[in-house]
């Protein structure tokens, strides 16, 4: 006969251990507090069929916050998540509890699709410290006037191109940013908008973009069995991009770092070793030379990529606001031809002269982020995280907080549309620079933090960009002005704003007209005010400079 002593007493084990775990879990449950209010969350689905447009949630979580209040708990299909719509609370608890709020939510979205060179992905640790190091040594403000020339070199080769092609202002745009960018972090000069090396770095970018937007980020999250099919099953288009990212993004992080060691090694580069990233080597005890070698790697990658998409996008915005508000822009030029007259351009030594170009970037800004929401399903992909506000944190343990419990391990995300808070920016929707101005014409306290995160989290290369974008504003407007385009009868046709969404949420291309603000505007008169040479202006015939970079390996 067969005894069933043994099975019998290990089912009723079985039983009463998950009745204990059960009942444990229940009274926890019902002894602390409640969790933040927050929409119904359905099984599997969460609070997806809640949000009126998952492809901009940001909107939805500031529209609940007249139903839930400030903070709200929801669930992204089986996500758990805090959304913060106060920028209160956010100061609170990103900088005033930091030591709970500095870590990062992790995907397996990250790692499949090679995202996890980048710092903001990193949790809360040692390689995070290394790298926290390696970007403030380069990039802290103290830092910044090392790259003034670069910037204003930059912005001076993006006025040849609008002076040469103004219809493509897009290209120009990214011009400036992979200019300058490359230069201070590789001590590459790009001859063209094809320049070889650009390509290489941003395919990685484009792959990705392309790839992986919030909805197939939340489906990989959700169901991650698809990244490991076989690249030859019918319908793994998750696996074939993948292992096309991580070759790219293998090529984005050697090939430009190669360069860079080969003119060192010849005794003519500047770069990493001149803006510091080299001379880590000997100030980071306690790391092995690999380990410090692979940071520096990705800590590049990481300056271009958090540089790029952000910087050319809020430029974007930029030009989108000036052709829809040409009074503000006739009131910023008409500060710049105050300051610095017609007879030459606009330098660093004059940004504390020009308080209302100040204003106008701290509005572009607020007006519209490049980056409004770091929901989770916008996180697990995101290119450009240094720079943005609304990058989701991660808590290191439970915690209380105005009588609400948030969760061990939960994702607490700023929603940026606290930017459009009425209370702090009446009439939110208008592009106003003045709300940044006080009545005599100097600048509020109000700097726009929120576009550069808080906390230990927060963008590390924000001098940079900040830098960058002014010079950009400043050096076009002193040049250009941007109008509305007219129809044959000489009408002008409406601009009807339309935004992309995803990671990077930018101006949809706009029709408009680029034109010199000066009748004798040319490439000679223009020449003599940047002081550079003609070979050193961008020629957009140019074919790629095949012979600095080598072939992909």
């Not at 974007?316 to 500060?335: C, R, S």
Request: aromatic content about 10%.
């Amino acid at each position: 006969m067969l005894d069933t002593g043994p099975v019998l007493y290990l089912a009723t084990a079985t039983f009463v251990l998950v009745s204990l775990s059960w009942g444990r879990k229940r009274w926890e449950n019902r002894s602390r507090p409640p969790l933040p209010p927050g929409p119904p969350c359905l099984p599997l689905l969460g609070s997806i069929l809640s949000l009126d447009d998952p492809s901009r949630p940001w909107l939805s979580f500031n529209a609940f916050r007249s139903t839930y209040g400030d903070i709200i708990y929801a669930r992204l299909l089986t996500k758990p998540v805090v959304v913060v719509n106060s920028e209160e609370i956010a100061r609170d608890l990103f900088e005033l509890r930091s030591t709970i709020y500095s870590d990062k939510p992790q995907s397996i979205v990250h790692e499949a699709f090679a995202m996890d060179f980048s710092i903001a992905f990193f949790p809360y640790g040692d390689r995070w410290r290394l790298h926290r190091r390696i970007f403030h040594q380069q990039f802290r403000q103290a830092a910044i006037p090392t790259y003034h020339h670069e910037l204003l070199r930059s912005a001076h080769k993006m006025l040849f191109s609008f002076l040469q092609n103004p219809h493509n202002y897009t290209s120009h745009v990214q011009m400036f940013t992979s200019s300058f960018i490359l230069s201070i972090v590789y001590d590459y000069q790009p001859k063209s908008e094809n320049d070889r090396l650009v390509r290489i770095i941003l395919k990685y970018t484009e792959l990705a973009v392309a790839a992986v937007g919030p909805r197939a980020a939340m489906v990989m999250e959700t169901f991650p069995f698809l990244l490991q099919l076989p690249v030859w099953f019918p319908g793994a288009t998750f696996k074939r991009t993948s292992v096309e990212c991580h070759k790219a993004g293998q090529d984005a992080k050697e090939i430009p770092f190669k360069y860079v060691t080969d003119r060192m090694a010849s005794h003519i580069a500047r770069s990493i070793e001149h803006n510091g990233l080299t001379q880590n080597h000997n100030q980071m005890n306690g790391f092995e030379n690999k380990v410090i070698e692979k940071a520096i790697k990705e800590a590049a990658r990481t300056a271009f990529a958090a540089t790029n998409e952000t910087t050319v996008g809020t430029i974007l915005v930029f030009l989108l606001a000036m052709v829809l508000h040409p009074e503000v822009q006739a009131k910023v030029q008409a500060d710049i031809d105050r300051v610095i007259g017609k007879d030459r351009l606009p330098d660093f030594n004059d940004r504390p002269a020009l308080p209302y170009v100040e204003a106008v970037l701290r509005e572009t800004l607020r007006w519209h982020p490049v980056a409004p929401m770091g929901l989770y399903i916008l996180s697990q992909f995101q290119l450009n995280p240094t720079v943005l506000s609304g990058i989701p944190h991660a808590t290191t343990t439970s915690d209380i907080y105005n009588g609400y419990f948030i969760p061990k391990g939960v994702d607490v995300i700023p929603n940026t549309a606290m930017t459009h808070d009425e209370q702090k920016y009446p009439n939110p929707d208008e592009f106003k620079p003045e709300r940044f101005l006080h009545e005599d014409g100097s600048l509020t306290s109000d700097t726009m933090p929120l576009g550069f995160g808080l906390g230990r989290r927060s963008c590390v290369g924000r001098y940079l960009v900040e830098a960058a974008l002014w010079v950009a504003i400043t050096s076009f407007l002193a040049t250009f002005s941007i109008q509305k385009t007219l129809d044959e009868h000489g009408e002008e046709i409406p601009v009807v704003p339309k935004f992309t969404t995803g990671l990077i949420i930018h101006p949809e291309t706009f029709p408009c007209r680029i034109v010199p603000r000066f009748k004798d505007a040319s490439v000679e008169s223009l020449t003599q005010l940047t002081g550079l040479g003609s070979s050193e202006s961008i020629d957009i015939n140019f074919e790629p400079n095949t012979d600095i970079v080598g072939e992909q390996s």
